[in-house]
């Protein structure tokens, strides 16, 4: 019953009523990226929020400095990356700059964020540019260069992620070469 529930929630004209408030709804922006992570979580969410154009513009607002909307914006993101057949969208909507741009934190929270949604995307790596794939290796390295000068501190499990993720992604670009 659940899932029926869902999938009659999940409609074409909710998910264009809140691209609307996401774009034009300043006070309701991290309610609708919370109700945009709720409809995600069903297959037919999965597919209108790519369709209807959400991606690019859920980008954009995660470059601005508001952080509850960069927080479940990135949580959004990072669930969505684990979808293989959003990895397309997601890069050309910009995720692996945007991952880049988010670079330079030092919040291990966000680290976290950008960590899964870099693991997600390399899992699909096919569905990224060179361009795209040497962001992620220098956001990565970032990440690593930051740890040891010690003005970034991950958890045990984050660090072991952002040490493989640098290990994949080394070897990619050598492979595209």
């Known amino acids: 019953h659940a899932s ?3 999938n009659s929630l999940c409609t074409q004209p909710l998910v264009e009523v809140l691209m609307q408030l996401l774009v034009e709804g300043e006070r309701l922006v991290v309610i609708v990226v919370q109700l945009l992570h709720w409809i995600a979580l069903h297959p037919t969410g999965r597919r209108l929020i790519e369709s209807c154009g959400a991606l690019p513009v859920l980008v954009a607002m995660l470059r601005a400095e508001d952080k509850a909307v960069r927080e479940h914006g990135l949580r959004l993101l990072s669930m969505l990356a684990e979808r293989r057949e959003l ?3 997601l ?3 910009g995720v ?5 741009f988010l670079s330079p934190t030092d919040a291990a929270d ?3 964020w950008i960590l899964a949604i870099s693991a997600g995307l390399l899992n699909s790596s096919s569905s990224l540019r060179p361009a795209q794939v040497k962001q992620l290796r220098n956001c990565l390295a ?3 260069d930051r740890i040891s000068a010690g003005s970034l501190t991950l958890t045990r499990a984050d660090g072991v992620l952002m040490r493989r993720l640098l290990g994949e992604v080394k070897v990619l670009v050598a492979m595209r070469r």
């Not at 692996?96 to 880049?100: G, T």
């Open 4 to 6: 029926e529930l869902a």
């Open 87 to 89: 990895a397309r969208p």
């Open 91 to 93: 890069a050309r909507a």
């Open 96 to 100: 692996p700059s945007l991952v880049s």
């Open 110 to 112: 966000t680290w976290h």
């Open 142 to 144: 970032v990440a690593k």
